[in-house]
């Protein structure tokens, strides 16, 4: 999904679609790291590109390749030394309060291959993420409905702090500057189906805040 001025509900596929070289990305839900993981081989240091990543889980430290025992985190660096994991929950102010401040600090500059006086410019103009990626999932307490309404309701929150809580108002008015996320950036979130009635909320305020929205339905 494209932020008007400021969305994409998906996988891989449209990730790699999403993503360009010099961007920022927050992915919320990041553990056990495959998502970070996938980013940061698409992104570019150099180019000013960066992930922050922030779940309530630590990344998974035995999530490795056939071929090497290093640990997902620095599997990422390797790719991508702009990275930063937060480990918090989302949905408190403490922890947003992190992810905006990680944005500050995630460059740096000695890897971004810019004549000098660009790299200000570049950490100026990409303080906000153009990419939120949301695989967020509450804890399954084993009825399908109420798991999936509660991750739901993530999705929502992950959207709200995106393109701002205003998105949920039939007035809402994009050149409200709130949110975390760019101008004509995207908005990527996996829920499960769990009715029109029930999902119209957060259909409605994507079409609010972002120019296009697509629902895919991964094949069984």
Same mark, same amino acid.
């Given at each position: ?8 509900? %998906? ?24 998502? %970070? ?34 640990? =997902?985190? &620095?599997?990422?660096? &390797?790719?991508?030394?702009? $990275? ?27 890897? =971004?291959? &810019? ?14 993420? %153009? ?12 009825? &399908? ?9 993530? #999705?929502?929150?992950?959207?709200? $702090?995106?393109?701002?809580?205003? #998105? $949920? ?19 990527? #979130?996996?829920? $499960? %189906? #769990? ?26």
């Amino acid at each position: 999904n494209e932020k008007k001025g400021k969305g994409n509900n %998906s996988n891989k596929l449209k990730l790699k679609r999403l993503i360009q070289p010099g961007m920022l990305v927050l992915d919320l839900g990041a553990a056990p790291g495959g998502w %970070s993981l996938y980013a940061s081989t698409q992104l570019k240091s150099s180019l000013g590109g960066a992930v922050v990543a922030v779940d309530l889980l630590p990344l998974d430290e035995t999530l490795h390749s056939k071929n090497t025992d290093t640990d =997902i985190s &620095s599997r990422i660096r &390797s790719n991508l030394p702009n $990275f930063e994991f937060i480990e918090g929950d989302f949905t408190t102010t403490q922890t947003k309060m992190q992810i905006m401040d990680a944005f500050f600090h995630v460059f740096d500059a000695t890897n =971004i291959d &810019s004549p000098k006086n660009e790299v200000n410019e570049v950490i100026e103009n990409d303080r906000q993420p %153009s990419l939120v990626l949301s695989d967020m999932a509450a804890n399954f307490v084993g009825d &399908s409905d109420t798991d999936a309404i509660r991750t739901l309701n993530l #999705c929502e929150q992950a959207l709200a $702090f995106a393109a701002g809580n205003n #998105c $949920f108002d039939p007035s809402y008015s994009t050149k409200d500057k709130e949110g975390i996320l760019a101008d004509g950036g995207a908005f990527l #979130c996996k829920f $499960f %189906s #769990c009715g029109k009635e029930n999902e119209a909320d957060l259909m409605e305020a994507t079409r609010r805040a972002f120019r296009t929205v697509h629902v895919i339905k991964p094949k069984a």
